[in-house]
């Protein structure tokens, strides 16, 4: 079995993979010797830890460069917060997809908000642009599609419309060649278990502080779960707390 095979393998409605979101090398570390099966970057982690802002401020390069360290020191699939691919033409996508897959990253997350605003490609598009993207990526890699309608959406404004919008998404996006579909923002896991149940990807969702928890999430039909930024940021606050009482 190749490693995107077994990366793939370990996306199982109702066993979710656990993706305790990474930033650099040594934190990749960290987590892949807690006896992770996976590491994955978060964007909002990488931009905090190396003072860009997040929504693709992080340059390309430094992108690349950082997804490349991470490979190198874990023998574990690693997979890639990409955002909106860092370009918004077919050629731009293309030729990024084949720089992260030289990385020897076997996954990314690819989302359909437009960088930079509260609007969301249409579904046409998005299509077009994931379609561009699987083309410098090659065939053997996890496209995690990630949709932004329940971030950009009050939680009191997630319902079933919204998680039919949800699903027209994800088939389409599936359709396109996308491997999952990530739905961070939602927690209500009636409308969750109505799109897991709906769509034939692995459905991702995002940990939330007192949100739903594993088993909760399993039994809604997740098959993977990403903490995003939330361990950098309580990293960063056992960091102050520690110097705090160093001080004193």
């Not at 934190?27 to 830890?49: D, K, P």
């Amino acid at each position: 079995m190749s490693k995107f095979e077994d990366f793939a393998s370990l996306h199982v409605a109702g066993d979710p993979l656990v993706l305790f979101n990474i930033w650099d090398a040594g934190s990749a570390l960290a987590v892949a010797n807690s006896g992770a099966r996976a590491i994955a970057t978060g964007s909002a982690s990488v931009s905090m830890a190396n003072g860009f802002g997040d929504g693709e401020e992080v340059p390309i390069d430094f992108a690349v460069a950082n997804a490349a360290r991470i490979v190198k020191a874990v023998e574990l699939p690693v997979t890639v917060d990409f955002e909106g691919g860092y370009a918004v033409d077919a050629r731009g996508l293309s030729a990024n997809g084949r720089k992260l897959s030289e990385t020897g990253a076997m996954g990314c997350n690819f989302e359909d908000q437009v960088v930079g605003t509260d609007r969301l490609y249409e579904i046409a598009d998005q299509v077009s642009r994931l379609s561009a993207l699987r083309s410098g990526l090659g065939r053997d890699f996890f496209i995690n599609a990630r949709t932004d309608l329940f971030l950009k959406a009050r939680p009191e404004h997630h319902d079933e419309a919204l998680a039919d919008q949800a699903i027209e998404r994800g088939k389409a996006y599936g359709d396109a060649g996308a491997n999952g579909f990530f739905i961070p923002g939602l927690a209500d896991l009636q409308l969750v278990e109505r799109i897991c149940r709906t769509l034939d990807l692995p459905v991702n969702a995002m940990h939330l502080p007192a949100g739903p928890t594993r088993g909760q999430w399993a039994s809604a039909g997740i098959a993977r779960v990403s903490h995003g930024p939330f361990p950098f940021m309580a990293m960063q606050k056992w960091l102050a707390d520690e110097a705090r009482a160093a001080a004193a």
